[in-house]
């Protein structure tokens, strides 16, 4: 692996993998404020099978809540670490696919205000992740010892 790809690698991971860590930390110790937005895009969604289950889903919106923090959290210290970083790009891009179903299609106050931006933001997440998913070659933060056994 040359030395650009590497390098490459490594910012497009470490970058993702802080993303889903700084999203996360918004909800480890108050998850209050998700209540409003959840609900609020839950019954303003449009999509006709995903908004029904979103409907359902923010009735108990607080294991809704506890789930995408813990996820996000794994995700992104997989990727910050090394660890599983194609299962980590997979299972973010997951998450990115569902925030933006579920924030870029309701009509919702801050899509009236600046749809584009709402509806990009999510997609790049989606798209960056699927990046870190497709890479083949993923530097680890530490570097492993070869572990060849002496002849």
Sequence with gaps: MGLFTALWSFVLRFSVGGFWLFFASQRWFDRSWVEGLFT??????????????????????MYVALATTAAETVVGLMMVLGVFTRAAGTAGAFIALNLWLTFSFCDCWWNR???PQVFWFYFSALLLNLAVAREKTHPPLIRRRNSKKPV
Excluded: I
């Design 40 to 61: 609020t895009a839950a019954a303003a969604n449009y999509l006709p099978v995903y908004g029904d289950v979103l409907r359902r889903a923010a009735e108990s919106w």
């Design 113 to 115: 205000q600046d749809a």
